[in-house]
């Protein structure tokens, strides 16, 4: 997630503020925790990235990349414990926000150089979104144009004019089929037809041993298919 040309740990950081400063009654610094502290309330530092499960991405559109940022939330001075408690409290009875009492290892503090003090850690989803391609602009004024719609007859022959019944005729963009009949005839009703742009139907023709392809022209009154076995 990304807001306002910010990056997604900016925004991340910015919205969890945003909402422990209402649920704390006052204003949340960012920082790190310090050694000595005269402040009273609250700091919240982001402490780590984690992984998150990804989704897949299918087509032309790419799927965000999902990370958790975890932070840590820690009382900063004597007065900080009323704010902490209303944190947490905010935190278990909407779930906005899930937390982990996970906070008490004397390493972490000794990173810091801070004295161990009560904290929560808060885990907030974050994403990097890729943009989405921009379409091409139209330059020309959209024409609709109607495609005739036909129906496409033919025979399939062997070698000596024979008729072959029983072929499957397939028309390859549409996937509708047929058979021939006892004269090798055969019959394919609403063939798609461009009259402004003609181009070749594609047929697959199976049946007695043989798999092979025809381009046809639609525009032919009887179209002869003839089918011959492979020679060796």
């Not at 649920?23 to 992984?51: F, K, Q, S, Y």
């Not at 004597?78 to 947490?88: F, I, K, W, Y």
């Not at 496409?152 to 963009?173: F, H, I, K, Y």
Request: glycine residues 8%.
């Amino acid at each position: 997630m990304s807001t306002g040309g910010r990056g997604p740990i900016e925004t991340a950081t910015a919205e969890l503020a945003a909402w422990l400063t209402s649920a704390a009654g006052e204003p949340v610094p960012i920082g790190p925790p310090r050694a000595c502290d005269d402040t009273t309330g609250l700091t919240l530092w982001p402490l780590e990235l984690r992984p998150a499960r990804q989704t897949r991405s299918s087509g032309a559109v790419r799927e965000p990349y999902r990370f958790t940022v975890r932070y840590l939330l820690c009382v900063s001075g004597p007065g900080g414990m009323p704010r902490l408690d209303r944190v947490l409290t905010a935190a278990t009875s909407d779930g906005s926000y899930p937390v982990a009492l996970e906070a008490g290892e004397a390493a972490l503090w000794t990173a810091f150089g801070a004295t161990p003090r009560p904290a929560l850690l808060i885990d907030v989803p974050a994403q990097v979104d890729h943009p989405t391609p921009a379409a091409p602009p139209v330059l020309q004024p959209l024409r609709l144009r109607q495609l005739e719609v036909r129906a496409l007859t033919g025979r399939v022959v062997g070698p000596e004019d024979q008729p072959l019944a029983a072929m499957r005729v397939e028309l390859s963009s549409t996937g509708s089929a047929t058979r021939t009949d006892p004269e090798g005839r055969f019959l394919i009703a609403g063939v798609p037809h461009d009259p402004e742009q003609p181009s070749p139907v594609r047929l697959r023709l199976t049946g007695r041993g043989l798999v092979l392809t025809a381009d046809v022209d639609p525009a032919e009154p009887d179209i002869v298919i003839v089918c011959a076995p492979p020679t060796h």
